[in-house]
């Protein structure tokens, strides 16, 4: 098939003498019947530039008139009598190429204002052009037709290759891809790429603007890049379109890719080694900083838990998992909401590919020397309603990695009041057991818990809690030994430091106003301390690099200034 942006020269001249030799139309008798609003269906147009036209009456200027696919087309109009008499209604259709023909095809009487007909495919031929009008009678008058409605036909669909190059794939490491397609007829238009072999019905062009997996092909190809989310065997799916919106069968390249070299560490979702901060964008997806608006986001706005449709509504955290990967899980709580969500991570830092898992709630309760103590007598209810502050921990035994693996996570939240730690029990799921790390009082009531990971120069992970009311971060650590930690630190979030030792120390303040959402991820900036981040309403992000000594393990005694 032959593109036709324009008809050849002869052909051109021929059709516009024969419009020219139609006979000028008589004055209309106002009792005749009329013929509005010509349409055709599918509409015409360039699906690469989004454009489309109900009628194209002048076929010969700008990019000429639009395309049509692979299959039937309906011609439809809105036909009236002034004497409200039934009408019939005729199409006609004409082959607007060199000596091309014209047919006729009326419709029954109908009193009915809308009147169509089908113009099917196997009248249309590939790489055609087309025109059709209409008028409507009585039986006694006929009214005028309509303007010539223009289209072209391209009954080709086009084709999609991937290719790559040679070099050793890596999981969690972008690797660049190039996607190809060719079309004879209306040209290529667009493409859609994924890791899953079913593409969903209905995509088109424009979904670029907010799906970095459809892109243009500038002169038939396009380069991108891929993150493969774990080691093994991957595959990268193609799917082309051409202007006349035909699809080509899906392409499919299979690779392998090699296990990360990337050391594993708490806070890292996208398998690359390093900690990722997590927040809400403008739209209430969750996305890190800095990340393409039209990419997929990390967590979508209408998979949050709750009914807000937003992540800027819940409570979400992730640090570690609580199943036996190296990239983070998401663990997220809508206020009230007596269910905490466990998102799993799909190896690339997506969430909500599949829906979220109930993370079940501890009925056994023990106080910080681990004797069992009666759960409703301590605040501790049957499900997560009056839970209002959740933080992935890390492990309360030590974080390092044992052979390159890291140690299951644990939970730190605060119900009623008062804080309570619980470990991972069964894949993707906690202990049945709580421990409550506070007294039988209220006095966490009004902090916020960040978890930076190791921050007091030992091998477990630090507690940092931010007062709502005067926006104090202070610092608090595990002591004793990995078989028998101790939480004595955690007892009173606002103890004097001058008058207990064990009382946390005043890192910084971020006044909760100036500073609406805070939190710690770990190490940001590379010098091996964990930093403190503050981040505004549409999702810009602020860091406050950690200050302190980096070895044996990292001490923070403070923090320089927002980087």
């Known amino acids: ?30 009792a005749a019947p009329t013929v509005t609003a010509p349409r055709t269906s599918p509409a015409p147009g360039f699906a690469g530039e989004g454009l489309s036209s109900d009628c194209y009456t002048d076929p010969y200027s700008g990019s000429g008139a639009g395309w049509v696919g692979l299959g039937d087309v309906t011609a439809r109009v809105t036909a009236a009598s002034p004497s409200g008499a039934q009408l019939r209604t005729t199409f006609q259709l004409w082959d607007t190429s060199y000596g091309g023909g014209r047919t006729e095809q009326p419709t029954s009487w109908s009193t009915y204002p809308e009147a169509s007909t089908v113009l099917s495919r196997d009248l249309l031929k590939d790489g055609g052009q087309y025109a059709w009008r209409a008028r409507a009678s009585d039986g006694k008058l006929t009214g005028p037709y309509t303007p010539w409605c223009h289209f072209r036909v391209d009954h080709t669909p086009p084709t999609a290759e991937v290719t790559t190059d040679a070099t050793p794939k890596h999981a969690g490491v972008e690797a660049t891809f190039t996607l190809k397609g060719t079309d004879t007829g209306s040209e290529i238009a667009c493409a ?10 209905g995509w088109s062009c424009a979904d670029g603007a907010t799906d970095s997996r459809v892109v243009r092909l500038t002169d038939g190809s396009a380069d991108i890049k891929v993150k493969p989310a774990a080691w093994g065997t991957r595959s990268v799916h193609l799917q082309t379109m051409d202007n006349a919106g035909n699809v080509s069968q899906p392409a499919r390249l299979d690779y392998y890719a090699q296990p990360s070299t990337a050391p594993a560490a708490f806070g890292d979702i996208d398998a690359d080694g390093r900690p990722d901060v997590l927040v809400p964008d403008a739209a209430g997806h969750l996305r890190t900083p800095g990340s393409n608006p039209s990419a997929t986001p990390s967590a979508r706005a209408g998979a949050a838990p709750g009914e807000s449709g937003s992540w800027a509504d819940v409570q979400y955290t992730h640090r570690g998992t609580l199943g036996f990967q190296q990239v983070d899980d998401l663990l997220a709580h809508a206020p009230g909401d007596p269910y905490l969500s466990l998102y799993r991570n799909d190896g690339a ?6 829906a979220p898992m109930t993370v079940g709630k501890p009925a056994v309760c023990r106080n910080a020397e681990r004797l069992t103590i009666d759960c409703g007598e301590h605040g501790l209810g049957p499900n997560w309603s009056k839970v209002t502050q959740i933080a992935a921990y890390g492990s309360p035994r030590g974080d390092s990695a044992v052979e390159g693996v890291l140690p299951g996570s644990s939970v730190l939240f605060v119900e009623n009041g008062r804080l309570w730690l619980v470990e991972r029990g069964f894949s993707n799921d906690l202990n049945d057991e709580a421990v409550l790390l506070s007294g ?23 507690l940092w809690a931010r ?23 955690f007892a009173d979030p606002a103890a004097d430091p001058a008058a207990d030792p064990a009382a946390g120390p005043v890192l910084t303040t971020l006044a ?47 923090f320089g200034p927002a980087a």
């Open 1 to 30: 098939m032959t593109s036709a942006r324009a008809l050849p020269l002869a052909a051109l001249a021929v059709a516009l003498g024969l419009a020219a030799a139609q006979p000028a139309a008589a004055a209309t008798d106002p």
């Open 192 to 201: 859609r790429w994924q890791d899953t072999p079913v593409f969903s019905v």
């Open 349 to 354: 830092g997506h969430f909500t590919g599949r």
């Open 440 to 462: 039988n009082d209220t006095r966490w009531a009004d902090h916020e818990l960040l978890t930076p990971g190791r921050a007091q120069g030992t091998d477990f992970p630090t």
């Open 467 to 489: 007062s709502t009311k005067d926006g104090t971060v202070r610092a608090f650590s595990i002591t004793g030994t990995p078989a028998a930690p101790v939480f004595s630190a």
């Open 512 to 558: 909760p106003a100036a500073h609406p959402r805070v939190g710690s991820d770990g190490d940001l900036t590379g010098d091996g301390l964990p930093d403190l981040w503050s981040a505004d309403a549409a999702g810009k992000v602020t860091v406050f690099p950690g200050t302190g000594t980096a070895a044996p393990h990292p001490t923070v005694t403070g």
